[in-house]
């Protein structure tokens, strides 16, 4: 009687692109039955899918009934209103343009966005499910102090603290990653990234949209 | 209909229909009266066309035998024997607008070649019906006012 | 409900409905693979992919919304005309004279806030639980695209009631576009068909809004859709598929269609 | 929860949601007014049928649209279903007939409703259509400014009807509002304050200093506003002006003037009574307030500048009202004599006249300051474009949440309180605001901000512009215009709607009224027509040849053609006519008021001598509808046919014969 051989299982399609099991002539090969439970889709998961229907039109209708779409006067092209805003998804982009060249702010950085996304699933680094620490090696802390500083000083520069303080505390939350056991230290390094790119995005989007006033200065929103 | 099995409900089939029901039907109301609202919708509340009457002058001007067509309402005003009454100018073959032929008398169409006389009636042409007559009626001020959005029985003749 | 059932046996129910009434697992099939809307679906699917943690149904409301837009914007279009002055004059008709026209509006405006903010997170989503790994690569690609043609959806709607709002929001974006080196300028001037935001630009912003963009829209989310379909269904969090192999569950068999399923060989 | 729990909750909901717009949709105000309008209606209706006309009518959004009008839709008539309807008279509102006017009810198609009371047309809610809000574009007029709607389209300065609004514009004029404030129409306007050159010569630095702390407190009649000087201001700005020279025959005159000997205080009284001086100018408050105040004259100008001013008024300021009388040199001189003795202040301190010894430092201050203050916008000057306060282009149309409040916490956010306060206490706003401080009466106040909001940002379309009766180039250049200027004709007459409002006898039609050798005659001594008015024309002592050519012109220019030259041209009157006309004139009542030998009334001018003054085609045509000449004419307008007018006129004639013949 002898054991079945140890099988090498991984979900990692890179580390193992087709699902290849060993078979020593000595032993029966034997594959495992999925325990996994299916269920109709009709009528569980249409069910759902109508449910969820309903209740984004149910949501929306509140929003529609409770509160008026804006509309201000016709548009006046000799009277500019202070300040002139952009819609909410591109304020993020306009109080960019309060610090950096327009070329940078309205062109380069929404492109390098842009382009990062695309790429995502097609980078190696974003396939291997690895956390940033799990791994350590000698160049790393080195290299993201260094990659942290040099963000941290490129956008100093300019003066763009919205970004300057995420990035910071990120940078933080980062290194402090290496000692904390149990969340943080399962984040890998594209999810460092993304999260720290959707902070800025959020942040900055925020300001623009509830603390900036005539001359784009600073106001509160309850003011 | 719908019926989920077991897994989904532990309450008795009865219930389970009972709640089905009241869900398909919400919905089928939702439906209906979204249709219908649509057609609220849609239904025009307020209108901006230019109004079908118009001011046709003194009965005194249209005595027997005075023909005046109104370019922008396309119609004609008539002095008959009796009184005065109004022809559309609208061709009933395909549309165009007819001419008034003093020399012969006769409403002309010029596209083909239709002849109506001053009561309207086709004289010969394509045209399969005689033109229609609209209303007429008087103002507080005493002046004939045409409606060409109303059409009357031919020979109901307006008198003053 | 017996008017149900004799409409129900009508021939002409039956030419269209070709299941049978009965709760039996051949009916709720036929259901799914006889219905051009739903046979997207799999006839089974994975319970877990029902829970709500699984995708958090983002893809889904962002899809709602989706057709929503869709009904009211088409509704409104009965009511608009894009020339100035009319444009705004028609904003206040819906609100003073046509029957439910605020609603409408109201809905279409803050249904495109949901769309954007939806597809967004559906995104994160997407990222966070890794599902953009092969063989969805490219799907991840198409929802990008898909997110970049919502804003554009929403940007270019901004503009069509001419007010203020509109009008400032759109001059501020566009002189953004303007930076662009090279290109920036003409693609302004075609994006606005002038050197300022004027009754053309009102024309072209309807005209993208209405039919280029959604148009393109509906293609891409067809093929978004038809792959999640193709690469094994909605993927959810990655960790569940170690936990699985922790207790010695399948190797996300499914998840892998592209993989050969293992048979079991005679002894 | 089960599934389908979970889906028939959802589901009710979802119709529940659905449901509410609709609803509401239903419950809409307008429609239940309309419904109290069918009852409203039903029960004030005069028949029968009506009523049931009332009953029957259809719940449906009612329109004015008037394409050519800024594409206007007005949807007033939604809940004002009464505006044009005489059973409505006195309804409850909003069903309450709309009150007649020169323009309704019968130009409510053409007109609509926003375009007099302003309001959003298209709205079908109260608080929008009235504009409640106060970000609302267009706040419906309050009733106390309604005639600030006539302006919109009435750009003229006066508009008949519309008091409240042309006394509002007048005041503007007067006030030298635009003097600072930029305002289409009045682009060209120049301030008629006098020249400052003069200063050192007329008056003393203690006067001045009095007149800059507060021009209205030292004379009633100042049109100048109070600037609120502090005491070193005034002292800098009494030195600037001090330190400016005028002009050497000016000078000239003014110490050969001084010179000059006393005069007959006793003969200038008369002389200034006769010459009626007050129909200008006032003595201690009597007489017509549009020159200044004369009861302290000779506390205010030296002797020397007085003598030489009368002499020479045009020299000393081209743009004074004041006309030029041919006095002799005694004349002036007695004249002041009279000042000097009575119209003087005699509590005023005796330095009152001394002039300033100039400080060059403090005049240099004063030179800023001249400037900085705004002085120089009255006092020389200005061009369009380069205009002191900020203009007022569209400020009728101002959102009320566009305007600075500044520190009026206390006023209600609309634009005619902001109009009001601004014009009541300018510097209240904040600090540093340089408008000064005018001294308007409420009505003033009410006027002003009427004229104001009558300002549009855009101007109504060119076919609904009543344009204003600019006829100023009908005084001709030349030898007669300098006539004109000469005597000042308009600073009290007005000619083609231009010219002062001191007068009651306009000139643009004088020509075809009187006749030539009456008016030389009267141009030599005038005397008032009317015998209830009091003498207002001065006594110019105008020459005989200048008399002479005045005529002339009139006779030439101010005609109207519709005047026939004569009426009887057609056919001859006959002693018949005349005794016809004799006895209409008895049963027409003109007695009442007309005075023909001895008996009549005083309201009216003499008849007596209707031949000699005036011209026959005139009294015809006025007869037959005497307020088409002057609306505020009392002479009833009887309708009467060419005929009867004739036979009148021709009694009129005949009757003044046979009184020459009497005598």
Known sequence: MTTPLEIIDSNDPVAVPWRVALVRPDSRPEVRESEERYVMTFPHLIVREIIL???????????????DAPLESIANPLETPNPAKAPWYFLGLQELLHYFPPVVAGVLLPALVVIALVVIPYARINLESAPLWATPSRWKTPALAATLLALLALFGIFGCWPIVIPTAILGVAVFAARFETRFLSRITLPEWIMTWFVVIAVVLTVIGTFFRGPGWSWVWPWE | MLELDETLDDSGETR??????????????????????????????????PSTTFVAGSPRDFTDGVVRFNREKKAYVIGGPTGVYALSAVCTHLGCITRFKSDERVIACPCHGSRFDLDGGVVHGPAPRPLPW??????????LVVDTGIVIPRG???RP | MTAFEWARNTSVYRSIIRHGVLPTNRNRSLIIFENLFLHVHPVKVR?????????????????????????????????????????YRDMKELQYVVDDGVFLRNLHRWAAHLMVIAAFLHLLRVFYHRAYRPPRQFNWVVGVVLLIVTLLLSYTGYLLPWDQLAFWGVSVGTNMAREAPLIGER?????????????????RFYVLHCVVLPV???????????????????????EEGARRRAQGADRDVAETPSAPRPLRPAP | MSLQRLFAVSSVVFLAVLAFTPAKNALRPYRSIQREFRRVGAARAPSAKAAQQYAARPIAIQQIWLPDLDNRVDRCTTCHLGAADAAMAGAPEPFRMHPPTFHTPRDFARFGCTSCHAGEGLATDRADAHGTSPDSTSPILPASFMEAGCGRCHAGDSVADAPSLSRGRTLMETSNCHACHAVRGHEDFRADAPPLDTIALKTGGEWLRRWLANPKAVDANATMPNFQLGRDDLAALSHYLFSREAAPELQRAVAAAAAEPAGDKVRGKTLFAASRCISCHTVDGKGNGSAPELG???SRATRGWLIAFIRDPHAFNPRTRMPQYSFADADVRDVVAYFEDELRDFDAPANILEPLRVNQTLAEKGATLFRSAGCFACHTEVKEGERFGPDLYGIGDRKATSLDFGRRADLQRTLPAWLAAKITAPRSFADGLKMPTFAFDDEQKRDIVTALLAIPAAPVPAAYRSAPPVQASIVPAGPIGELVSRYRCLSCHQIGGRGGDISTAPLTIEGSKVNRDWLVKYLGVPYSIRPILPERMPILKIPKDDAARLADAIEMLYVDPNVPTDPFAARPASDRDAAEGERLYTTFGCRACHIIGKSGGYYGPPLSDTHTRLKTGWVFRFLQNPQRWRADVRCPNYGMTDTDALRITAYLDTLVERKEAAQ
Request: charged share 15%; with cysteine.
């Open chain 2, 16 to 49: 389970r229909d009972f709640f089905t029901r009241i869900g398909v039907g919400a919905c089928a109301v939702a439906a209906v009266g979204s249709g219908v609202l649509t057609l609220d919708y849609l239904e025009p509340k307020v209108l901006f066309e």
């Open chain 3, 187 to 203: 693609m302004r001037f075609f994006l606005l068909g002038g050197n300022v935001v004027s009754e053309n630009a009102l024309l």
């Open chain 1, 53 to 67: 229907f309903q209740l984004v039109v149910i949501g929306l209708s509140l929003a529609a009934i409770l509160f």
């Open chain 2, 156 to 158: 109901k003749v307006f």
């Open chain 4, 296 to 298: 302290k004259i000779a």
């Open chain 2, 134 to 143: 609209l209303d007429v009626a008087e103002d507080a001020n005493g002046n």
């Open chain 3, 47 to 87: 319970e877990r992919s029902l829970r709500f943690t699984h995708t958090y149904w983002l893809g889904g409301i962002t899809l709602a919304s989706t057709l929503i837009l869709v009904a009211t914007g088409v509704l409104l279009m009965f009511y608009y005309h894009p020339s100035v002055p009319q444009a």
């Open chain 3, 216 to 238: 393109a829209l509906l293609l891409l989310v067809s093929v978004h859709i038809w792959r999640v379909r193709k690469d094994g269904g909605v993927q959810g969090p990655p």
